[in-house]
């Protein structure tokens, strides 16, 4: 049962509400950063508590670099799933890429039966692209390692023997996978931040679709929305619910947000931006995105109330909330789930009950 913070009825459960994190290093009460291995604990701490306060899905990211604890988001998803009871366990994303579609199918499928039908895998071309070299890919062949290993999952979730020849990894003849899930499917979405190809690309395979949102206004993306509807009507394939995925911070007030979010985000955006040759990141552009783009900071009310913009400007039935980013102390973000879970998806649902 859902606890009393984020309770519901089955009319009301239309939009679903998550929680993703990167695995960001946090640091305890005298600033001194955790370790990799505590960093991972610390997630599973935060999806108990996501669970008991009835939030729907925790999604782990998958990187490969100094910033962020979690590279293999299914192992941590297998902690989490026998602590909790509810909640959906998802990834933001895989990288299916460099991976392999039939080793990403049995590690779903075995996370699957471990949280009771509870896993779901998003899949996406990946924005970090330290696992290329890592793993032995070449980026020059970055669309055609998707669109290939996309197609071979695809066939692999009709759990029956495959059949499939391509170019980026060895032929299968009738080869049959396993474990087979309980449900005969897997809950696939494709994760997407704005290319129209990979819109068109999950409506043709079926797939759900989650807008990685994490710059500028969010209305930029309606087209995008409409590309999806229509394209899936065109290909004869489901028009399925849309998601949201977008940076936030919760605290009590909008002032103490602000002030933690701008320190937190400016660490985590120079960092990556060293690599990306990005200029660094000036509070003129967080004030922006506060204000008209795509961060969510503020009190539990300032956030209810951006994010149920979002869900009526685009349609959305699902809105994930990157929490954690940079290097927050462990117990604020202990307490940005809570506030999320408690005060935030209770009013985003009785503001949309309103309108």
């Known amino acids: 049962m859902a606890a009393e913070g984020a309770k519901t009825t089955k009319e009301e459960k239309k939009i679903l509400f998550g929680l993703d994190t990167f ?38 990211g998958e990187h490969h670099r100094e910033d962020f604890s979690i590279s293999s988001p299914e192992t941590v998803l297998a902690g989490i799933a026998t602590r909790t009871k509810n909640i959906k366990l998802a990834t933001a994303v895989t990288v299916l890429s460099s991976d392999d579609p039939v080793r990403v199918f049995e590690r779903f499928a075995t996370l699957d039966a471990l949280s009771n039908g509870r896993a779901q895998v998003i899949l996406g071309r990946g924005s970090f692209t330290e696992s290329f070299p890592l793993f ?77 949102i994490i710059g500028g206004a969010p209305e930029r993306f309606a087209p995008y929305v409409e590309l999806y509807r229509h394209a899936a009507e065109d290909l004869g394939t489901p028009v399925l619910p849309i998601g949201v995925h977008s940076p ?92 999320y879970g408690k005060e935030v998806i209770p009013r985003v649902r009785e503001l949309l009950k309103e309108s």
Do not use: C
């Not at 032995?136 to 197609?151: M, S």
């Not at 909008?254 to 931006?273: H, I």
């Not at 060293?274 to 300032?302: C, H, I, M, N």
């Not at 951006?306 to 909330?321: N, S």
């Open 23 to 60: 695995g960001d290093i946090p640091v305890d009460k005298d600033g001194k950063k955790f370790t990799h291995a505590a960093a991972i604990r610390q997630v599973v701490e935060e999806a108990i508590l996501a669970d008991k306060l009835g939030v729907d899905s925790i999604g782990v």
């Open 136 to 212: 032995g890919y070449d980026l020059r062949d970055y669309n055609e390692l998707f669109e290939e290993k996309v197609e071979l999952f695809h066939k692999l979730l009709d759990e029956k023997p495959v059949t499939w020849e391509g170019e980026t990894r060895a032929a299968l003849k009738d080869a049959d996978v396993f474990p087979k899930t309980e449900s005969g499917r897997l809950d696939v979405a494709i994760g997407v931040g704005g290319s129209p190809e990979s819109v068109i690309r999950a409506a043709r395979y079926g797939f759900q679709i989650v807008f990685a």
């Open 248 to 339: 936030g911070f919760i605290a009590e007030t909008d002032e103490e947000a602000m002030e933690m979010a701008w320190s937190n985000f400016k660490t985590l955006w120079d960092a990556v931006g060293k690599s990306r040759g990005w200029p660094p990141y000036s509070y003129d552009q967080f004030k922006y995105e506060v204000a008209e783009g795509s961060l969510y900071v503020g009190s539990p009310e300032t956030v209810a109330q951006k994010i149920v913009k979002t869900i009526k400007t685009l349609g959305a039935e699902r809105f994930d909330m990157v929490y954690g980013g940079g290097n927050v102390p462990a117990d604020v973000r202990l307490k940005m789930v809570e506030l």
